[in-house]
């Protein structure tokens, strides 16, 4: 059989979601679908990309999606997992992860959390000067597994969208080299602490071009040579270079790809292919996005000023990104009769809100789409990262169930719990 098309393939599982009544206009308003074949074929992507006889560990950031059985599900895959709160550190202990491939980044690290990262043996690395004192301390106390590094701020600027650039010039992440007296200062402290073994970048994610990236990346790596050339030894024996792929939410293609990026990274930071560093990486959303969806029921349609408005379940609390900041993070969104079959008639302009309580609740506007109708579906497409899995509490709706899926060679779905959606009654638990 001739491999599904993306659409095609969505249209599908909707279609059987809907006969499982995994999606059902009374029972099961709204689900999120992840696409594992998808995922283990993103993960398959990212380790093709970067050359043999260069160790990597590649870890996957929590953050994107931190539902445990994914989380196992990526273990299963070869990868590692970044934490950056105690939160996302007992998912991936939950998920299986040996700590020794657990990264742990955070700027506002306790010291309680340090000393578990530390007795477990994860890899910390260091945000700022006076982490850097109170791990000192720490340290003293006796030795520990864990692999330690530095943060380090290239100050190379930002992309398209500020919240998402790591490496401006005030940025609260990580140590600004370009500040005065910083580098000389960052040399002195490796020389004075022999522990101190690898550098750690990341200049931002969604909207930062592939060389601006890259070019963070070789500033880091270029303190990293100097670091050795000064000290005369290799302490620096390696580099995190973080994560951050933007990802392409125009349309179906996936670009840029891992093997963009690291061209990209061979022109800026070449010493990272030879052998002398070891790396690793912090991808998330571009290892999930595209490989999910969001689907949810059209409640009402009204017409308002002249135009159509179809009111659904899905809104702020699951496209939080999108609702606060659309111009930033825009979604494709298609139509589906209750069947989960695309609808095709002429595309009018129609807002598709969601359920919370207030004006901004949109997912688009004016969009233009085959006319909506109370029972149809909308479909929220690149939402497999972040969206319905960092769930936002407004109004107190209940978090939707997520699904994992596949699919075999004859077309037949099958389907995988990830998540199980919340109960009106579990709600009161976290409300007192």
Same mark, same amino acid.
């Given at each position: 059989?001739?491999?599904? /098309?993306?659409?095609?393939?969505?249209?599908?599982?909707?279609?059987?979601?809907?006969?499982?009544?995994?999606?059902?206009?009374?029972?099961?308003?709204?689900?999120?679908?992840?696409?594992?074949?998808?995922?283990? @074929?993103?993960?398959?992507?990212?380790?093709?990309?970067?050359?043999?006889?260069?160790?990597?560990?590649?870890?996957?950031?929590?953050?994107?999606?931190?539902?445990?059985?994914?989380?196992?599900?990526?273990?299963?895959?070869?990868?590692?997992?970044?934490?950056?709160?105690?939160?996302?550190?007992?998912?991936?202990?939950?998920?299986?992860?040996?700590?020794?491939?657990?990264?742990?980044?955070? %700027?506002?690290?306790?010291?309680?959390?340090?000393?578990?990262?530390?007795? !477990?043996?994860?890899?910390?690395?260091?945000?700022?000067?006076?982490?850097?004192?109170?791990?000192?301390?720490?340290?003293? @106390?006796?030795?520990?597994?864990?692999?330690?590094?530095?943060?380090?701020?290239?100050?190379?600027?930002?992309?398209?969208?500020?919240?998402?650039?790591?490496?401006?010039?005030?940025?609260?992440?990580?140590?600004?080299?370009?500040?005065?007296?910083?580098?000389?200062?960052?040399?002195?402290?490796?020389? @004075?602490?022999?522990?101190?073994?690898?550098?750690?970048?990341?200049?931002?994610? /969604?909207?930062?071009?592939?060389? !601006?990236?890259?070019?963070?990346? #070789? /500033?880091?790596?270029?303190?990293?040579?100097?670091?050795? &050339?000064?000290? #005369?030894?290799?302490?620096?024996?390696?580099?995190?270079?973080?994560? #951050?792929?933007?990802?392409?939410? &125009?349309?179906?293609?996936?670009?840029?790809?891992?093997?963009?990026?690291?061209?990209?990274? $061979?022109?800026?930071?070449?010493?990272?292919?030879?052998?002398?560093?070891?790396?690793?990486?912090?991808?998330?959303?571009?290892?999930?996005?595209?490989?999910?969806?969001? &689907?949810?029921?059209?409640?009402?349609?009204?017409?308002?000023?002249?135009?159509?408005?179809?009111?659904?379940?899905?809104?702020?609390?699951?496209?939080?990104?999108?609702?606060?900041?659309?111009?930033?993070?825009?979604?494709?969104?298609?139509?589906?009769?209750?069947?989960?079959?695309?609808?095709?008639?002429?595309?009018?302009? /129609?807002?598709?809100?969601?359920?919370?309580?207030?004006?901004?609740?949109? !997912?688009?506007?004016?969009?233009?789409?085959? %006319?909506?109708?109370?029972?149809?579906?909308?479909?929220?497409?690149?939402?497999?990262?972040?969206?319905?899995?960092?769930?936002?509490?407004?109004?107190?709706?209940?978090?939707? @169930?997520?699904?994992?899926?596949?699919?075999?060679?004859?077309? #037949?779905?099958?389907?995988?719990?990830?998540? $199980?959606?919340?109960?009106?009654?579990?709600?009161?638990?976290?409300?007192?």
């Amino acid at each position: 059989m001739t491999p599904l /098309q993306p659409a095609a393939r969505r249209e599908l599982v909707l279609r059987e979601a809907v006969h499982r009544r995994l999606l059902d206009p009374e029972d099961a308003l709204l689900a999120a679908f992840v696409d594992l074949d998808g995922v283990a @074929a993103s993960v398959t992507a990212l380790h093709r990309a970067f050359p043999d006889g260069v160790e990597v560990l590649h870890t996957f950031a929590a953050k994107a999606n931190c539902l445990v059985p994914l989380l196992a599900r990526l273990r299963e895959l070869g990868m590692g997992c970044e934490v950056a709160s105690p939160g996302e550190f007992a998912q991936a202990l939950a998920a299986g992860f040996d700590p020794g491939r657990i990264v742990f980044d955070s %700027p506002a690290k306790t010291r309680r959390e340090l000393v578990r990262a530390l007795e !477990l043996g994860a890899a910390v690395n260091i945000d700022n000067w006076q982490e850097l004192e109170r791990v000192d301390d720490l340290l003293r @106390a006796g030795a520990c597994a864990s692999r330690i590094g530095v943060r380090v701020n290239p100050q190379v600027g930002a992309g398209a969208i500020g919240a998402m650039s790591t490496a401006t010039a005030t940025s609260k992440f990580g140590i600004a080299l370009a500040d005065e007296g910083n580098a000389r200062r960052l040399v002195e402290a490796f020389r @004075a602490r022999p522990w101190l073994t690898w550098i750690h970048v990341h200049v931002g994610s /969604q909207g930062c071009p592939l060389d !601006l990236m890259a070019e963070g990346v #070789g /500033q880091a790596v270029a303190f990293a040579e100097r670091v050795n &050339a000064e000290l #005369g030894r290799r302490q620096v024996v390696g580099v995190d270079l973080g994560g #951050g792929l933007p990802v392409n939410f &125009a349309d179906d293609t996936t670009a840029p790809t891992f093997a963009d990026y690291v061209e990209r990274l $061979r022109t800026h930071a070449p010493e990272l292919f030879d052998g002398r560093y070891r790396l690793a990486t912090e991808f998330g959303r571009s290892l999930l996005a595209k490989n999910g969806f969001t &689907a949810a029921y059209v409640e009402y349609t009204k017409d308002s000023g002249g135009r159509r408005i179809a009111v659904t379940h899905a809104g702020a609390q699951v496209a939080t990104r999108t609702v606060f900041m659309p111009d930033s993070w825009p979604l494709r969104i298609t139509a589906h009769h209750p069947s989960g079959a695309a609808k095709d008639g002429a595309p009018l302009p /129609q807002d598709v809100a969601g359920p919370c309580c207030f004006a901004g609740d949109l !997912l688009a506007r004016a969009r233009p789409l085959p %006319p909506l109708e109370p029972g149809d579906l909308v479909a929220l497409l690149d939402t497999g990262a972040y969206y319905a899995t960092t769930h936002f509490q407004y109004n107190s709706l209940p978090e939707p @169930a997520v699904h994992g899926f596949t699919v075999n060679a004859d077309g #037949g779905v099958r389907f995988v719990p990830l998540r $199980r959606a919340q109960r009106i009654d579990e709600l009161l638990r976290p409300a007192g």
